[in-house]
C-alpha cells in the first residue's frame, strides 16, 4: 500500500511536470547568413540576393537585428551598409517581426509577419512586406545558413 502511494505521488508530479512544460519552439536563436532573396510581386518572381553583398541576421531570445555590407566596394565610394532590428514574437512556425530601427526610417515601426521553417542548419523564411504610403506590397523568401562559431 506504501508503495502505490509513493506510486501516485510520482506519476501526479511527473503529470503535472508535464502539463506545466512550456512548448519548445523552432531553435530559431543563433546568427544567420544570408544564401537567397526572392521576391514575388504579383505574378512574377525575382533572385533580390546579390551575391556582392553579405548580410547576417542575428536572433536572440527577445529581438532580432541584420546588417549587410558591400564585400568588395570600389575604392571612390562609400561603403553600402545596411542595418535594422527590433523585437520579435514566434509563435509555432509564425515569426512576426516589429522593426523599430532601420537606416529607411520610412520601414520603421512596421510590423512583417513571416512563416518560418528550419531544415537541418538552414532558416527559411516567407512573407509579406507591405508598406502601403511606400507603395510596396510583395513577397518574400529568404534563406539563411547558421554561422558557426570560430
Not at 553583398?53 to 551598409?81: C, E, L, Q, R, Y
Not at 514566434?90 to 520610412?106: A, G, M, Q, R, T
Not at 518560418?116 to 504610403?133: A, F, N, P, R, Y
Amino acid at each position: 500500500m506504501k508503495h502505490k502511494k509513493l506510486l501516485l505521488l510520482i506519476l501526479f508530479f511527473s503529470a503535472m511536470l508535464a502539463c506545466n512544460k512550456k512548448e519548445e519552439s523552432l531553435p530559431i536563436i543563433g546568427t544567420w547568413q544570408l544564401v537567397s532573396a526572392e521576391t514575388i510581386e504579383k505574378d512574377t518572381s525575382f533572385s533580390t540576393f546579390n551575391p556582392k553583398v553579405k548580410m547576417i541576421k542575428i536572433i536572440n531570445p527577445t529581438h532580432f537585428a541584420f546588417m549587410s555590407h558591400v564585400v568588395n566596394p570600389p575604392k571612390d565610394s562609400t561603403n553600402s551598409f545596411t542595418a535594422g532590428g527590433g523585437a520579435y514574437t514566434l509563435v509555432d512556425s509564425v515569426y512576426i517581426e516589429h522593426l523599430d530601427y532601420f537606416v529607411d526610417k520610412n520601414w520603421e515601426h512596421n510590423t512583417f509577419t513571416f512563416n518560418v521553417k528550419i531544415q537541418h542548419d538552414t532558416l527559411i523564411q516567407k512573407g509579406v512586406e507591405k508598406i502601403e504610403k511606400l507603395g510596396i506590397d510583395h513577397v518574400i523568401v529568404e534563406k539563411y545558413v547558421r554561422v558557426k562559431g570560430k
